[in-house]
């Protein structure tokens, strides 16, 4: 948290909502996520993530993989996926808003519609710093968020169930525009394919691997494992 | 003699002959002969006969009893070569029966009228369905006429009542399962080439833009500019994707579809084909310099991304990428060919399409989406609108037929391809539907007498239709017999679809989702879904594929190939695809028609 306390530090801690909002819009934050096993707090999974985003595009990049939404003028959501290591990206077609669709999924992570189901715990800080506790519990898991409400980045999430404990934690955050347009802009000159066109392109060796071994199924939020499988609990849609 | 008797008067139609009149004589016995009809499918003859007895009335009774036979002798009828009205009467009077006739009645004019001829057809349109197998033209024809609330299995597609047809070989030089660069070449230029080539014969290497020099094909598209007629391509894909691609360009890899995605090398030598396009005019004419040659009337699709800079302040009202163009050369091939044709319209939604002038416009440039245009059930969702394909088709056509010279158009309906890829049916089958809308418009606005129409698909599926559903099963439902009410259930207990994909992703639901491609969230599904509770016939929903693939691929089988106007008779049995330009330039004389111009 002294970190993230750091971080926040290149925003005013006096700014107002708006103005705080305003100067979160470009974002670098680099999240950790853990799995343990609760019931013999072995350290089952951990793995880091970066979420960047400008006003209409949001990236969660892993180790191999970068999942970009890009938001449409008709509130679509456009979907790319660029492969790091090959310098390649598949893209799709705009999807209806719809579900997990919600935009503010892919901006913040946890959306919008599943923070207001949750029992505001506490709440502490003012301006960019007021930070908001939630806690909502169903069956058997207990999920509590630490929400920075003005900057509209989670800042921690604790998903507790009998036999696991995920967490996710923002390590670190930068609100540098021009690092973040760049960053995009790199990814924007990787050669790209539409993801409708992968099944003529068999003699693609890269597109050929993509047919016959499948794609790495990502995960909600950045909750996914080295094998792209999805960690599970994490926000609700 | 020893005769074994029967009863004579087993047949009502018994004659009784006496041979020997009355005798004064009471000793003389006299002789008789009995005839007994016998009837069709009697134990003796087949098809009827006679039998005849002989024997002598021995007991005077004037009979010719049993135990009076001496001789028996059978005479049966040839087989018949007629029935009569009676007979006939259950098929004649059956409803199968009578629509057959009427259909046989329409095929005997249908062959007496076809124009022979060659050289008769005025205008040429061929019509081609990416990925429409023959199984999708069934599922497609049943789902219309489920549409239109009928049972759907006798419904007909526009195209299918077309009065030729055939079957096209898909094959590649290379490829026993081909690709859409190699099929649209053999079909635009009449020679098969190999996969992801487009417009250069076997002879080139694919990606090596030098080794095609010198292996370059024409075009019909091509022949009928040289030739003096209009020229337009349609498609729902990008316009400079492989399909309508062939008919314009020469690439020895069918995606350098901007100079983005090419090599530098090859980049130095080859002309992207984004840029092939909008140069159309000057190429022709470079190769042809004693011809006037006045460029493509019509181009619509999708695509617009290949021809804008990548840079963006160059971007649409409905762009869907930040920059939605690509070219890294700077250039604006949109603002080329309006400087090219500055009376020529240049349009990109619905709006700008819809008041497009048919009567005075010369050319028309109309790139309606980034990338491909929307599906047709999705079209809805398009930011800025844009037309669909029958829309496309009339606009062209109230165009091109101002030439009195005649035109040549290529309409494709590219993504019914793209939607079997990702293993969706509903938006295939919708997008077959609306292809047989376009071609519905184009019989309406053309002659039979001087318009040859051609209906085809450059390569199949892995798309099946299985089971045994009973009749007027919802095509895109899950299988229930004949006589059933409730899904048929397989050997694991679950229901299954009719339709269904030999590979590709799998199982999806998502519902009312009317894009295609909604599914890439998801690896391949292995092994069976439960679809208890699914409603197969949604939009999202995505059919079970035996073998799990990210991308369902194309199937290797024949497709179909439907046929009207001059010319159209030549369209039967089963062909090379290269015939089809064969058809076509046989039809219209495009070879010596551009023979005559060059010569002149």
Same mark, same amino acid.
């Given at each position: 948290?002294?970190?993230?306390?750091?971080?926040?530090?290149?925003?005013?801690?006096?700014?107002?909502?708006?103005?705080?909002?305003?100067?979160?819009?470009?974002?670098?934050?680099?999240?950790?996520?853990?799995?343990?096993?609760?019931?013999?707090?072995?350290?089952?999974?951990?793995?880091?993530?970066?979420?960047?985003?400008?006003?209409?595009?949001?990236?969660?990049?892993?180790?191999?993989?970068?999942?970009?939404?890009?938001?449409?003028?008709?509130?679509?959501?456009?979907?790319?996926?660029?492969?790091?290591?090959?310098?390649?990206?598949?893209?799709?077609?705009?999807?209806?808003?719809?579900?997990?669709?919600?935009?503010?999924?892919?901006?913040?992570?946890?959306?919008?519609?599943?923070?207001?189901?949750?029992?505001?715990?506490?709440?502490?800080?003012?301006?960019?710093?007021?930070?908001?506790?939630?806690?909502?519990?169903?069956?058997?898991?207990?999920?509590?968020?630490?929400?920075?409400?003005?900057?509209?980045?989670?800042?921690?999430?604790?998903?507790?169930?009998?036999?696991?404990?995920?967490?996710?934690?923002?390590?670190?955050?930068?609100? *540098?525009?021009?690092?973040?347009?760049?960053?995009?802009?790199?990814?924007?000159?990787?050669?790209?394919?539409?993801?409708?066109?992968?099944?003529?392109?068999?003699?693609?060796?890269?597109?050929?691997?993509?047919?016959?071994?499948?794609?790495?199924?990502?995960?909600?939020?950045? %909750?996914?494992?080295?094998? @792209?499988?999805?960690?599970?609990?994490?926000?609700?849609? | 003699?020893?005769?074994?008797?029967?009863?004579?008067?087993?047949?009502?139609?018994?004659?009784?002959?006496?041979?020997?009149?009355?005798?004064? *004589?009471?000793?003389?016995?006299?002789?008789?002969?009995?005839?007994?009809?016998?009837?069709?499918?009697?134990?003796?003859?087949?098809?009827?006969?006679?039998?005849?007895?002989?024997?002598? &009335?021995?007991?005077?009774?004037?009979?010719?009893?049993?135990?009076?036979? /001496?001789?028996?002798?059978?005479?049966? #009828?040839?087989?018949?070569?007629?029935?009569?009205?009676?007979?006939?009467?259950?098929?004649?009077?059956? /409803?199968?029966?009578?629509?057959?006739?009427?259909?046989?009645?329409?095929?005997? &004019?249908?062959?007496?009228?076809?124009?022979?001829?060659?050289?008769?057809?005025?205008?040429?349109?061929?019509?081609?369905?990416?990925?429409? @197998?023959?199984?999708?033209?069934?599922?497609?024809?049943?789902?219309?006429?489920?549409?239109?609330?009928?049972?759907?299995?006798?419904?007909?597609?526009?195209?299918?009542?077309?009065?030729?047809?055939?079957?096209?070989?898909?094959?590649?030089?290379?490829?026993?399962?081909?690709?859409?660069?190699?099929?649209?070449?053999?079909?635009?230029?009449? $020679?098969?080439?190999?996969?992801? $080539?487009?417009?250069?014969?076997?002879?080139?290497?694919?990606?090596?833009?030098?080794?095609?020099?010198?292996?370059?094909?024409?075009?019909?598209?091509?022949?009928?500019?040289?030739?003096?007629?209009?020229?337009?391509?349609?498609?729902?894909?990008?316009?400079?994707?492989?399909?309508?691609?062939?008919?314009?360009?020469?690439?020895?890899?069918? #995606?350098?579809?901007?100079?983005?995605?090419?090599?530098?090398?090859?980049?130095?030598?080859?002309?992207?084909?984004?840029?092939?396009?909008?140069?159309?005019?000057?190429?022709?004419?470079?190769?042809?310099?004693? $011809?006037?040659?006045?460029?493509?009337?019509?181009?619509?699709?999708?695509?617009?991304?290949?021809?804008?800079?990548?840079?963006?302040?160059?971007?649409?009202?409905?762009?869907?990428?930040?920059?939605?163009?690509?070219?890294?050369?700077?250039?604006?091939?949109?603002?080329?060919?309006?400087?090219?044709?500055?009376?020529?319209?240049?349009?990109?939604?619905?709006?700008?399409?819809?008041?497009?002038?048919?009567?005075?416009?010369?050319? =028309?440039?109309?790139?309606?989406?980034?990338?491909?245009?929307?599906?047709?059930?999705?079209?809805?969702?398009?930011?800025?609108?844009?037309?669909?394909?029958?829309?496309?088709?009339?606009?062209?056509?109230?165009?091109?037929? #101002?030439?009195?010279?005649?035109? %040549?158009?290529?309409?494709?309906?590219?993504?019914?391809?793209?939607?079997?890829?990702?293993?969706?049916?509903?938006?295939?089958?919708?997008?077959?539907?609306?292809?047989?809308?376009?071609?519905?418009?184009?019989?309406?606005? /053309?002659?039979?007498?001087?318009?040859?129409?051609?209906?085809?698909?450059?390569?199949?599926?892995?798309?099946?239709?299985?089971?045994?559903?009973?009749?007027?099963?919802?095509?895109?439902?899950?299988?229930?017999? =004949?006589?059933?009410?409730?899904?048929?259930?397989?050997?694991?207990?679950?229901?299954?679809? /009719?339709?269904?994909?030999?590979?590709?992703?799998? %199982?999806?639901?998502?519902?009312?989702?009317?894009?295609?491609?909604?599914?890439?969230?998801?690896?391949?599904?292995?092994?069976?879904?439960?679809?208890? *509770?699914?409603?197969?016939?949604?939009?999202?929903?995505?059919?079970?594929?035996?073998?799990?693939?990210?991308?369902?691929?194309?199937?290797?089988?024949?497709?179909?190939?439907?046929?009207?106007?001059?010319?159209?008779?030549? =369209?039967? @049995?089963?062909?090379?695809?290269? %015939?089809?330009?064969?058809?076509?330039?046989?039809?219209?004389?495009?070879?010596?028609?551009?023979?005559?111009?060059?010569?002149?």
């Amino acid at each position: 948290m002294k970190k993230l306390i750091a971080s926040l530090l290149l925003i005013s801690p006096l700014a107002s909502a708006s103005q705080c909002a305003l100067e979160s819009q470009y974002v670098q934050a680099n999240y950790q996520v853990n799995s343990e096993q609760t019931t013999n707090n072995t350290l089952a999974q951990a793995q880091q993530f970066t979420l960047w985003r400008t006003p209409h595009q949001v990236a969660e990049q892993g180790s191999e993989l970068v999942e970009v939404w890009q938001q449409l003028s008709n509130q679509q959501i456009r979907p790319i996926r660029y492969f790091q290591a090959h310098q390649r990206g598949i893209e799709y077609q705009p999807s209806e808003v719809q579900g997990e669709q919600d935009w503010s999924t892919k901006y913040q992570l946890v959306s919008d519609d599943f923070i207001a189901k949750m029992t505001l715990k506490s709440e502490q800080g003012e301006g960019c710093e007021q930070l908001q506790n939630y806690q909502l519990v169903q069956g058997d898991t207990k999920i509590e968020l630490a929400w920075l409400v003005n900057k509209k980045l989670l800042s921690s999430m604790r998903i507790s169930k009998p036999q696991l404990t995920q967490t996710l934690t923002l390590d670190k955050v930068k609100f *540098d525009k021009a690092a973040v347009m760049q960053q995009f802009a790199n990814w924007d000159s990787f050669q790209t394919t539409d993801y409708a066109d992968i099944g003529d392109n068999e003699g693609d060796p890269f597109l050929a691997k993509m047919i016959n071994l499948g794609f790495i199924e990502h995960g909600a939020s950045g %909750f996914y494992d080295a094998g @792209g499988k999805a960690l599970g609990g994490g926000h609700s849609h | 003699m020893v005769i074994t008797m029967k009863k004579l008067n087993l047949i009502s139609l018994a004659v009784v002959v006496a041979l020997a009149g009355c005798s004064d *004589d009471d000793d003389k016995i006299d002789s008789l002969t009995v005839e007994n009809t016998l009837a069709v499918g009697s134990e003796q003859c087949i098809n009827g006969g006679i039998e005849t007895l002989t024997g002598e &009335d021995t007991n005077k009774n004037g009979e010719l009893d049993d135990d009076e036979v /001496t001789a028996t002798s059978v005479a049966c #009828n040839d087989p018949a070569t007629s029935l009569n009205a009676q007979q006939l009467a259950p098929l004649t009077t059956n /409803t199968w029966f009578k629509e057959a006739q009427t259909k046989l009645a329409t095929s005997e &004019d249908n062959i007496a009228n076809i124009v022979k001829e060659s050289g008769k057809a005025k205008n040429v349109i061929l019509f081609v369905g990416d990925g429409m @197998g023959i199984s999708t033209v069934t599922a497609a024809r049943i789902l219309a006429g489920q549409l239109e609330g009928k049972l759907g299995e006798e419904h007909q597609l526009s195209f299918e009542t077309l009065p030729f047809s055939g079957f096209a070989k898909t094959y590649n030089v290379d490829a026993q399962t081909p690709d859409s660069a190699g099929t649209m070449t053999a079909m635009a230029s009449g $020679v098969k080439t190999d996969v992801g $080539v487009i417009g250069i014969d076997e002879a080139v290497v694919n990606g090596n833009c030098l080794s095609g020099k010198g292996h370059e094909l024409i075009t019909s598209l091509e022949l009928a500019e040289i030739a003096g007629k209009s020229t337009g391509i349609i498609s729902t894909a990008r316009i400079t994707h492989a399909t309508p691609a062939a008919t314009y360009a020469k690439a020895a890899n069918r #995606n350098w579809e901007d100079i983005s995605d090419m090599p530098e090398s090859e980049a130095a030598n080859c002309e992207d084909i984004a840029s092939q396009l909008v140069n159309f005019e000057e190429n022709l004419t470079a190769r042809f310099p004693s $011809v006037d040659i006045d460029g493509i009337e019509v181009v619509m699709g999708g695509g617009r991304r290949h021809f804008l800079p990548k840079d963006a302040a160059f971007n649409s009202a409905d762009a869907v990428s930040s920059v939605e163009g690509d070219r890294t050369d700077g250039r604006d091939l949109t603002a080329e060919w309006q400087a090219k044709y500055p009376n020529g319209q240049y349009v990109m939604d619905q709006a700008s399409f819809d008041a497009i002038d048919v009567v005075n416009t010369k050319q =028309v440039f109309g790139l309606f989406n980034e990338s491909h245009m929307q599906y047709e059930a999705d079209r809805s969702n398009d930011i800025a609108g844009e037309p669909s394909l029958s829309q496309m088709t009339a606009t062209a056509l109230d165009i091109l037929d #101002n030439n009195d010279k005649g035109f %040549f158009l290529t309409v494709e309906a590219g993504r019914i391809d793209h939607a079997h890829h990702a293993g969706n049916a509903y938006n295939a089958l919708n997008d077959t539907i609306e292809l047989s809308k376009a071609v519905q418009v184009a019989l309406d606005k /053309t002659s039979i007498e001087d318009t040859l129409i051609i209906v085809t698909a450059d390569h199949s599926h892995v798309f099946t239709i299985a089971g045994y559903p009973k009749r007027g099963n919802p095509i895109l439902g899950k299988v229930v017999a =004949v006589g059933e009410t409730e899904p048929s259930l397989a050997a694991d207990n679950m229901p299954y679809t /009719t339709v269904g994909y030999t590979n590709g992703g799998g %199982f999806r639901d998502l519902g009312e989702e009317t894009d295609a491609e909604a599914g890439y969230n998801f690896a391949p599904v292995t092994g069976r879904v439960d679809l208890t *509770d699914v409603d197969t016939q949604s939009p999202g929903f995505h059919q079970e594929a035996l073998v799990p693939l990210s991308s369902e691929t194309h199937a290797g089988e024949d497709v179909g190939v439907y046929a009207r106007g001059p010319g159209a008779h030549l =369209v039967t @049995g089963t062909n090379e695809q290269s %015939f089809i330009f064969h058809v076509m330039d046989y039809a219209a004389d495009l070879v010596k028609q551009a023979d005559e111009k060059v010569a002149n």
